[in-house]
């Protein structure tokens, strides 16, 4: 400081305060997933921090640029994965846009059925983890239980539980099972009252409100500016959906509404998922009533691969297998962007092809990446435990901040 | 407001009764005592085992047809089906006299997975084309070293005192096809007297 001394610049000097740093991961149990936050401290109230991000990333739109379009969906399935049939099913839809291709109503409906299943775990988990961050350990064991059931219900339709890779670029690669619809039916009849029970041990007690009221809030305003979408957007008042704004794989066809917070703290977001829970029951029940008849799949053969009986039996279908696999069939040129509602937000894929086998370029639009720019905006000024509830009631999942 | 379908559904101010905040603790407490007297959900693992879906994707298993003859000709449709890069092989050629080990003229003389990079998408079972690949409900076992993870031929290929049924992940039409004409060929042509 001596040089500005020099220079006859009279530098004010004010009392140092007591602050401290504090490492808040990256690898915190606290903060469910690899974060780090410097906390600059005044005793417990946070007054500055700084996030790192990109501790697990793993450069899935450069990998994206060298595969094949229907070995790329393995890598979104590493997004988000609390809900990874949506990103899939995003995926799929996007490169079906870019092709051109008309999915079968029921191919459509019964991937809104996966789709709902999806949101609803993913919420699950991100409900009863602001549960348990408060101190409520309980409604996460009793909602987690019914989480399983919704991924049994994976396990019938594609073979895994969280890395799904379901569906294929044309449909779905199998119609639903019998056991996966009794497994449905059971989650449909079982779940509404294990919802509420969850509901009646937090939602109203004081200890909670106390702990998640006006904790993190962020205004509509201020959410739109830095790109919020999702539960967290609508948290803050505006009812902005991709499944209402730009309908996909027949949403217009199904009656459920957009539930809308006020000030966008956590106990919106809290109340926010819920409410979608119930809403995403509906849809499936009406997705389930409403099931037209009809193939599972397009009839896309260039990538929609041929049953196995035809591979052995009639040529084409054998060369079509071949091409498929190898990844040989051409896609058009072109740039589209396709968005779903994802479990936390919008998921978009923003995909370049100059024909030939990869994508040029893909971007991957991911929803968390865009909450956490404003977690420090969030949690300037709040307690250090009210920081760790909000990152939790973001759901900012690591594999999606980081791709 | 962007739709007339948004619902507002957050209710912040609290009533007398939530307020006192006993009336939340003893109505919660209800509800985890309740619980007390339920099925448990856990499965006490080791000892039972939970049932697997018929097309779980764990374990891969290279099959023989019928008569005890490896399915695989090495084409490496797997291996290029790989999103992982998982899967090596080498080639060979069949010498006369071997019609019983190999089914085609060509056969894998060395077939690997790492069961490291592996991530069961099951893409290779689906590109394969001569139904030798699946994989099956079973997870593979833990190791101490990591070449442990490095599966060949000897931990793929399907024993023929204990096969594996994976006719449930094959359509029905698949199963029909391959107990037809072509099986009935082969083992007519290599196992006449229908050895097992």
């Known amino acids: ?403 | 407001m962007l739709t007339n379908r948004s619902k507002q559904v957050v209710k912040r101010e609290m009533s007398l009764a939530e307020k006192l905040y006993l009336p939340a603790i003893f109505s919660g407490m209800a509800i985890t005592f309740k619980h007390m007297f339920k099925k448990p959900a856990t499965v006490k693992y080791p000892e039972e085992k939970r049932e697997m879906a018929p097309i779980y994707r764990g374990h891969h298993v290279l099959k023989r047809d019928n008569a005890g003859a490896e399915r695989c000709t090495a084409c490496g449709l797997c291996a290029v089906a790989c999103p992982a890069e998982a899967i090596t092989m080498d080639a060979a050629e069949r010498k006369p006299g071997e019609e019983s080990l190999y089914r085609e003229e060509k056969y894998a003389a060395k077939y690997e997975i790492n069961m490291l990079r592996c991530i069961f998408c099951g893409l290779c079972e689906e590109a394969c084309p001569k139904e030798a690949i699946f994989l099956t409900d079973t997870i593979v076992n833990p190791e101490y070293a990591r070449a442990g993870f490095i599966y060949g031929k000897d931990k793929l290929v399907e024993r023929m005192d204990a096969r594996i049924d994976v006719s449930k992940r094959q359509t029905a039409d698949v199963a029909m096809f391959k107990m037809g004409e072509s099986e009935a060929k082969h083992n007519q042509l290599y196992n006449p007297k229908g050895e097992q």
């Open chain 1, 1 to 403: 400081m001596s040089y500005l001394k020099d220079k006859g610049i009279e530098v004010e000097y004010k009392e140092i305060s007591n602050l401290n740093t504090l490492n808040l991961g990256p690898t915190h149990p606290a903060t469910h997933g690899i974060f780090q936050n410097v906390l600059t401290m005044n005793g417990e109230i946070i007054e500055d921090s700084q996030q790192t991000i990109g501790y697990i990333h793993r450069a899935f739109e450069k990998i994206a640029e060298r595969r094949p379009y229907n070995q790329i969906t393995v890598l979104t399935d590493r997004m988000n994965y609390c809900s990874s049939p949506i990103n899939n099913l995003g995926w799929h839809m996007t490169v079906e846009k870019l092709i051109g291709v008309d999915i079968p109503k029921r191919a459509q409906y019964l991937r809104v059925i996966i789709m709902e299943l999806a949101r609803i775990s993913d919420h699950i988990i991100c409900d009863s983890v602001i549960a348990v961050d408060t101190g409520a350990l309980t409604g996460f064991t009793y909602l987690f239980q019914w989480r399983e059931l919704i991924y049994e219900i994976y396990e019938e339709l594609c073979g895994a539980r969280l890395t799904t890779n379901l569906g294929r670029i044309g449909g779905l690669e199998r119609d639903f099972t019998m056991t996966a619809w009794k497994k449905l039916d059971k989650f449909l009849k079982g779940f509404p009252a294990v919802l509420e029970e969850f509901e009646n041990l937090v939602k109203r007690n004081r200890i909670f409100m106390d702990r998640t009221v006006k904790v993190g809030p962020i205004s509509g305003e201020r959410a739109l500016e830095y790109g919020f979408t999702g539960p967290n957007l609508r948290a803050a008042g505006v009812d902005y959906d991709v499944r209402v704004a730009l309908p996909y794989s027949s949403y217009e066809d199904f009656e459920f509404a957009i539930p809308v917070g006020e000030n966008g703290d956590t106990y919106d977001r809290f109340m926010v998922r819920l409410e979608e829970m119930k809403e995403s029951l509906r849809i499936i029940q009406q997705a389930k009533e409403g099931l037209p008849e009809g193939p599972f799949h397009a009839d896309v053969p260039a990538f929609y691969l041929p049953p196995k009986e035809d591979v052995y039996n009639k040529m084409e279908a054998l060369i079509y297998h071949f091409k498929i696999v190898m990844g040989e069939t051409d896609v058009p040129s072109g740039t589209v962007y396709h968005s779903v509602e994802g479990g936390n937000g919008e998921v978009g894929f923003y995909l370049i092809s100059d024909g030939g086998r990869s994508p040029y370029r893909l971007h991957l639009r991911r929803p968390c990446f865009i909450y956490y720019q404003a977690y420090p905006e969030m949690i300037k000024g709040s307690m250090l435990s009210d920081a760790i509830l909000t990152l939790s009631s973001m759901n900012v999942i690591a594999g999606e901040l980081d791709a």
